[in-house]
């Protein structure tokens, strides 16, 4: 077992308030906090879907005025947080709204540490030579639009920097929502492909949460919990958009596995996304959803015992099995639920074996490598690439 001897903290700055309708709830978050203007980030599709409409109501019932910013290109970049900080400062605004999944989120997150830092957040990626955070973020009201990156509940932000085509981390729980505010009637028109996706993506948080360098107690009952609810209700938020529980019992499959990654990372799921979301515009969910089951094909031998469990998670009778036969039971289940939602590999998504190569090496490069439960190579993860440019679903 990995860092047994070694010293764990678990921090969450974040209150979670959810439940089925509680948008009437939000004006007395937004004023619990003492925001009087806030920036409301969010991306033009929640504009057009009509989600923010919904949000807004409350908002104008109560009085409380606000500034719309939806300057978002899909995955969040350097320019698209300066705009942000811009917005901010030219209006007055003393605090955030984030409506959307992970993008808005980690946006409304990364704007927060310009004001309050003063600099550009490039200034304080996760990288030897660049700057901590230091001063709280000013307060953030997370609306999660979709079950998916928990972005709501974590210390994280992923940004992409266009000019080196690579997505940083920049963490700290000075960045933390203040309030996660978790609706499940708002992510009812998800497209089921995003549904998938996002589903996905926390499900492979809590596998590898629970499964990395970094797992503790704490962390891994949050991350059992998630496995379980993606194992219960992804399928059928896919199969029905408007399946109220399903959806919430998804909600807060993607809070629960959030929160697993406490102030530490994950593994190699994520270095190879976050690497590949930075050179392909593939939305994060698929690709996780694309690379899941090829990475635990790689890793269930690092931590058997925990890829047993994950099995008996997600529904499986582990009776009489083998640690190794568990474990393997936890991929092939996993691999059964991608293919009923319609996950698709990442050759759809335009990525040849040509590229290997490159994404390999950045995938090596990434910092989440070293949290992965059985050590890698870049001739690993260009196995795993190949693996995952052929897998069927």
Known sequence: MKNLYELHHYESPTRMVHGI????????EVSRLGIKR?????????????????VEAPLKAAGIDYVIFDGIHGEPTCEDIADGSKTYRENGCDGFIAVGGGAAIDSAKAIGVEIAEGGPVLDYECAEGKKPLSKRIPPLVAIPTTAGTGSEVTLWAVIKDTKREYKFNVGGVEMAAHVAFIDPTLQTSLPADFTAGTGMDALCHAIECYTCAYAQPITDCYALYAIELAGKYLRRAVACGSDLEARYGMALCAMFAGATYGTDSAGAVHALTQTLGGIFPIPHGKAVAATLVPVMEFNWMGEPGKYKRIAEALGEDTTGLTESEGAKLAVEAVH????????KSIATFGVTEDDIPRLAQAAFDDPQTIGNPRDLTVDDYVRIYQRALTIQY
Not at 21 to 28: F, G, H, Y
Not at 38 to 54: E, N, Q, S
Not at 336 to 343: E, F, R, Y
């Open 38 to 54: 806030p920036l409301l980030v969010t991306l033009p599709p929640m504009i057009a879907c009509g989600l923010v409409a919904k």
């Open 336 to 343: 059964k639920l991608a293919s009923d939602i319609g996950i």
């Open 21 to 28: 309708n509680i948008l009437p709830q939000l004006p007395a």
